[in-house]
């Protein structure tokens, strides 16, 4: 069993940026791969970056409204830790984030997520 807290959400200005974090409990978190999906109003849940069990390996949405460039996923296995920044923050990017844990080697679709944390809401102003 994982249980997931994220933080960091918040307020800001477009362009501006934010550093979420996910903590999780239990002593196997080092071998999951661990995901930040966000979920907009009257959207469905989408997937935003994941990072595989060992940090090496890293994936970005592809979506139209891409974080690639603004958004680095980064964990810290011995913190138990995984980390969104986000910088260049858009109005767009205003969402519920959620952190998410899977026993996949490519973590990207919601389907794969073996547990979820409550979410973090992210406004950006324009």
């Known amino acids: 069993q994982v249980q997931l807290v994220e933080s960091g959400g918040g307020l800001v200005q477009a362009g501006g940026s934010l550093r979420l974090s996910c903590v999780a409990s239990?002593?196997?978190?080092?071998?999951?791969?661990m995901g930040w999906f966000r979920q907009a109003p009257g959207k469905e849940r989408e997937f935003v970056a994941a990072?595989?069990?060992?940090?090496?390996?890293?994936?970005?949405?592809d979506s139209a409204d891409s974080v690639k460039g603004r958004f680095t996923i980064s964990r810290l296995n011995a913190k138990n830790t995984v980390y969104l920044q986000m910088n260049s923050l858009k109005p767009e990017d205003t969402a519920v984030y959620y952190c998410?844990?899977?026993?996949?080697?490519?973590?990207?679709?919601?389907?794969?997520?073996?547990?979820w944390g409550e979410g973090t809401l992210v406004t950006v102003s324009s």
């Open positions: 990072i595989n069990w060992s940090g090496g390996n890293t994936y970005y949405t």
């Open positions: 998410a844990a899977a026993r996949v080697k490519r973590f990207a679709i919601v389907a794969d997520a073996a547990y």
């Open positions: 239990g002593r196997s978190f080092g071998s999951y791969s």
